[in-house]
């Protein structure tokens, strides 16, 4: 039950992390945004490898170095990167229905390269999962289609991050085979991440700048304040996605990624509560993004039972 436990908070943190970007995101372009995001992450990682893990920074195989290294590239390059842009283009809610893909993908993945099995209750879970993020997103989808090109696009980036996620959580459980240590794996594989993601982030950089443009009528000192608040929200966004990640890494040590993958996909649940809550001047949560969302959690909770036949 730890591990069902180390989800719901990998849920948590991942909800939280997409609430936070969007407010974020409204002064801050989103690849730099993912730079300072990720950059608060390594500092959480790096002060609790520091109290304690400080013994395994020695200890790392050569073999473990390549796998984390692919391990920073797939998660934040290809997982956090395009959250973010898919997050600044539809929405946090949205996004989060289909970053929530992950765990289709992780099923796949894990029962094709892993050999691990899977529990016809697990496999009904994931079917809801998906079920619920389709239900949930198919207007939206065929708005966009016809509207405007740029949403379609954010759902194309989002669930290119659900199946980064659903990738990362395979190759997680098989470094931890290698080298168990899940924290020390976590912020050597964020310091890759940075180091990885620094050349686009200079490139946008230079491209459109950091800062979003301020209205044209809009006082200079409201702007900084503005720009100030976005790096708030974005750092504390890392912040955040740090602990999930590191509750994520702790999970799938003790459980199998067939389990661990849909309970931290029910993190949209969170999501529109808190977008309710905090963000209804900047997206609408509808009836059928509620059912959806109710429909993931309800196939949560068969993967929960299923885990423990």
């Known amino acids: 039950m730890a591990a069902v436990g180390l989800s719901i908070l990998a849920a948590f943190g991942f ?15 989103p690849l730099p945004g993912v730079m300072v995001s990720l950059f608060f992450s390594f500092l959480l990682a790096s002060a609790m490898v520091l109290i304690f893990a400080f013994s395994d920074i020695s200890g790392i195989p050569q073999v473990a170095v390549l796998w984390i290294l692919a ?5 934040f390059l290809g997982g956090r990167s395009q959250n973010f842009l898919s997050v600044n283009l539809i929405g946090a809610s949205r996004a989060s229905l289909f ?4 765990a289709p993908f992780a099923a796949i993945f894990a029962i094709t390269f892993t050999g691990e099995t899977i529990h016809p209750l697990v496999a009904l879970g994931t079917v809801a999962v998906v079920g619920g993020l389709l239900f949930a997103s198919g207007d939206s989808i065929r708005e966009g289609w016809r509207t405007d090109k740029s949403f379609l696009i954010g759902y194309l980036m989002a669930l290119g991050a659900g199946a980064s996620y659903g990738a990362t959580n395979v ?3 098989h470094t931890l085979g290698i080298y168990d240590s899940p924290l020390m794996m976590t912020a050597f594989s964020m310091l890759i991440g940075l180091v990885v ?3 686009l982030v200079g490139a946008s950089a230079v491209h459109s700048g950091v800062i979003r ?4 009528d809009g006082p200079e000192s409201h702007a900084f304040l503005r720009s100030l608040w976005s790096f708030k929200y974005v750092a504390l966004a890392g912040i955040a996605s740090g602990v999930a990640v590191i509750s994520w890494y702790f999970a799938v040590q003790r459980a199998d990624v067939v389990v661990i993958s849909p309970i931290v996909s029910s993190s949209p649940l969170v999501t529109l509560f808190l977008a309710h809550l905090f963000l ?3 997206e609408r ?4 993004l509620v059912f959806g969302a109710l429909l993931t959690v309800a196939g949560v909770g068969f993967v929960v039972v299923g885990s423990q036949l």
């Open 285 to 288: 949560v509808t009836r059928r």
């Open 15 to 29: 909800a939280s992390s997409a609430i936070l970007s969007r407010q974020g995101m409204q002064a801050i372009f």
């Open 197 to 199: 993601l620094s050349p």
């Open 213 to 216: 443009p301020r209205s044209p």
């Open 171 to 173: 190759m997680a459980k």
């Open 280 to 282: 209804t001047r900047l």
């Open 99 to 102: 970053v929530s893909s992950q």
């Open 71 to 75: 391990l920073g590239v797939m998660n």
